[in-house]
């Protein structure tokens, strides 16, 4: 059973790492997540958050699969500051694999999926997920899901050959 973003938060609430983090950084914000669901292994899913301390110009990402909660700097290139992630609604992963289905269905895509990758950001003032979906048969998915609406708001259809040409054709 894969996880949903409200026992998520609050597990990662109740971490002493996470508490002491907080109090030492009152200003700070989440800003993103990264979410690596394995459909095939759900031991090795990935969650992480990732807070942005505005005074420091700093981001922290705290993995929350491992027992150990604790925060991991981050490196940044750039000075911009990063947009405040609300969370005001909670999303869960099974529905948003159940409501991925019904848009593969309704475009008669029959691929497997095998691995969901999504990053939560605030865009235009909405939290969303940016997913890439990995399906049998050497398929992806690019899927953007808005939070507050429950769907999909983009969704195309790839291969992996297609992305390899992108990858290819840019090397210089």
């Known amino acids: 059973?894969?996880?949903?973003?409200?026992?998520?938060?609050?597990?990662?609430?109740?971490?002493?790492?996470?508490?002491?983090?907080?109090?030492?950084?009152?200003?700070?914000?989440?800003?993103?997540?990264f979410f690596d669901i394995d459909l095939s292994n759900e031991s090795e899913n990935k969650y992480h958050?990732?807070?942005?301390?505005?005074?420091?110009?700093?981001?922290?990402?705290?993995?929350?699969?491992?027992?150990?909660i604790k925060?991991?700097?981050l490196e940044r290139n750039d000075e911009r500051v990063l947009a405040k992630v609300w969370m005001t609604s909670e999303f869960d992963f099974d529905k948003i694999k159940e409501i991925i289905l019904q848009e593969m269905e309704s475009k008669k895509i029959n691929n497997k999926i095998q691995k969901m990758i999504f990053s939560l950001q605030n865009i235009d003032g909405k939290d969303v997920l940016l997913g890439t979906i990995f399906l049998s048969g050497l398929g992806l998915l690019?899927?953007?899901?808005?939070?507050?609406?429950?769907?999909i708001f983009d969704f195309e259809k790839k291969s992996i050959f297609?992305?390899?040409?992108?990858?290819k054709g840019n090397k210089k």
């Open 49 to 68: 958050f990732d807070f942005y301390i505005p005074e420091t110009k700093k981001t922290f990402s705290f993995q929350v699969e491992n027992e150990e």
């Open 162 to 167: 297609e992305m390899i040409k992108v990858v």
């Open 142 to 151: 690019k899927v953007n899901f808005d939070i507050a609406e429950k769907k």
């Open 71 to 73: 925060p991991i700097g």
């Open 1 to 33: 059973m894969m996880m949903n973003s409200h026992f998520l938060i609050e597990k990662l609430e109740c971490a002493e790492e996470f508490e002491k983090f907080i109090q030492e950084n009152p200003k700070t914000y989440l800003c993103s997540g």
